[in-house]
Nanobody, 114 residues
Framework: VQLQASGGGLVQPGGSLRLSCAASGIAFSFYAMNWYRQAPGKQRELVAA???????NYADSVKGRFTISRDNAKNTMYLQMNSLKPEDTAVYYCNARLRSKDLWGQGTQVTVSS
């Protein structure tokens, strides 16, 4: 079982990045998938999630800028991040949940700086 996050990097304010989370060893389509982030000295926070019933939820700080999506055929989840701000700097983690199972990827660093 593995969640592999990728796509992070250094980007200037106003730029874009697309994160990917590739899952293996799980029945991906059955899992609730989420993106979290943790900035230095701060608690891990939920950034984007697929809500029960098929919708999506976003942290207020990223609404209108970030878009979560998934491709069940590829066992992959994405986070498109536009209009990035320095305060978006953090390690981004993908998370998969199904009943008592709570799986985490290793995280990918996103740094927004000029």
């Amino acid at each position: 079982v593995q969640l592999q996050a990728s796509g992070g990097g250094l980007v200037q304010p106003g730029g874009s990045l697309r994160l990917s989370c590739a899952a293996s060893g799980i029945a991906f389509s059955f899992y609730a998938m989420n993106w979290y982030r943790q900035a230095p000295g701060k608690q891990r926070e939920l950034v984007a999630a697929f809500a029960s019933g098929g919708g999506t939820n976003y942290a207020d700080s990223v609404k209108g800028r970030f878009t979560i999506s998934r491709d069940n055929a590829k066992n992959t989840m994405y986070l498109q991040m536009n209009s990035l701000k320095p305060e978006d700097t953090a390690v981004y983690y993908c998370n998969a949940r199904l009943r008592s199972k709570d799986l985490w990827g290793q995280g990918t660093q996103v740094t927004v700086s000029s």
